[in-house]
């Protein structure tokens, strides 16, 4: 199937991670959703993104890594509506600066939501 979807992490404590090219980040304890696309096959990106990939190429394949994968939404959309999702949870969350977004203009593609939400 194709679309895109939303992935929800969890972080049980602050850490530091070295998220590929951009480096060491530094990540509080909570959850977080990822904006994603995948227009070959959905249930096999997020496969990957909940388990543990030989290699990590995205950004979230190393925060994936050191989090644990909650639960996912997916919407049979085209990738387009990856970035409106970003854009939507931007005025929900807090953005992880130029996490997951070196394709678009987005400032992040993964959130940290406040608890209670």
């Known amino acids: 199937m194709k679309g895109v979807y939303l992935a929800f992490f969890r972080l049980q404590e602050a850490k530091t991670i070295e998220i590929g090219a ?3 980040m530094e990540f509080e304890s909570g959850m977080y959703v990822y904006a994603g696309s995948a227009q070959n096959s959905v249930e096999s990106r997020l496969e990957r993104h909940f ?3 030989e290699n990590s190429f995205w950004h979230i394949d190393y925060f994936s890594e050191e ?3 909650e639960d996912y939404f997916v919407l049979p959309e085209v990738s387009e509506y990856e970035c409106l999702m970003a854009s939507i949870l931007e005025g929900i969350g807090e953005p992880v600066q130029d996490f997951g977004c070196s394709d678009c203009d987005c400032d992040s593609h993964l959130f940290r939501i406040p608890s209670g939400f």
Do not use: V
Request: net charge negative; aromatic share 0%.
């Open 67 to 69: 989090a644990e994968a």
């Open 22 to 24: 951009l480096g060491e």
């Open 51 to 53: 388990s543990s990939p």
